[in-house]
C-alpha cells in the first residue's frame, strides 16, 4: 500500500493544487479582489501567485522526499517510477497554473 501512494504522490497533490488554485480563482472573482490592492498588485493576483508558489514547493518537497533513502521505496522499480510521477506532478503544477498566475483575471 505505501508503494501506491509514493507513485501517486506526485499526481494527487497536483490534482489538489489543481483543485485549489483554480477555486481560490473563482472565490476571488466573486468577491471583487481584482479590484482591491495589495503591494502594488491586485489581491486576487498575490492569493493566486502565493497558491501556486506554496503547490510549487509541496511538490518539490516531496520530488526531494522520494529521491531520500529512509522515504524512498526498497524496491527499485517503484522508487524510479514514484520519482518520475513526482517530476510529473512538478512540471504540471508548473505548466497548468501558470497561466492563472500570468494571464487576465475576471471578466
Known amino acids: 500500500?505505501?508503494?501506491?501512494?509514493?507513485?501517486?504522490?506526485?499526481?494527487l497533490?497536483?490534482?489538489?493544487?489543481?483543485?485549489a488554485v483554480y477555486?481560490?480563482?473563482?472565490?476571488?472573482?466573486?468577491?471583487?479582489?481584482?479590484?482591491?490592492?495589495?503591494?502594488?498588485?491586485?489581491l486576487m493576483r498575490v492569493a493566486l501567485t502565493a497558491a501556486w508558489l506554496a503547490s510549487l514547493a509541496v511538490l518539490a518537497v516531496t520530488v526531494a522526499v522520494l529521491?531520500?533513502?529512509?522515504?524512498?521505496s526498497p524496491s527499485g522499480f517503484v522508487r524510479g517510477v514514484s520519482i518520475m510521477t513526482g517530476w510529473?506532478?512538478?512540471?504540471?503544477?508548473?505548466?497548468?497554473?501558470?497561466p492563472v498566475v500570468v494571464t487576465s483575471t475576471c471578466q
Open 1 to 11: 500500500m505505501k508503494d501506491l501512494v509514493r507513485i501517486l504522490i506526485g499526481p
Open 67 to 72: 529521491h531520500s533513502r529512509r522515504f524512498g
Open 88 to 98: 510529473v506532478g512538478l512540471m504540471a503544477t508548473l505548466w497548468t497554473l501558470f
Open 13 to 19: 497533490v497536483w490534482l489538489s493544487a489543481f483543485s
Open 23 to 42: 477555486g481560490l480563482h473563482g472565490v476571488a472573482c466573486a468577491f471583487g479582489w481584482a479590484d482591491i490592492d495589495a503591494w502594488g498588485l491586485s
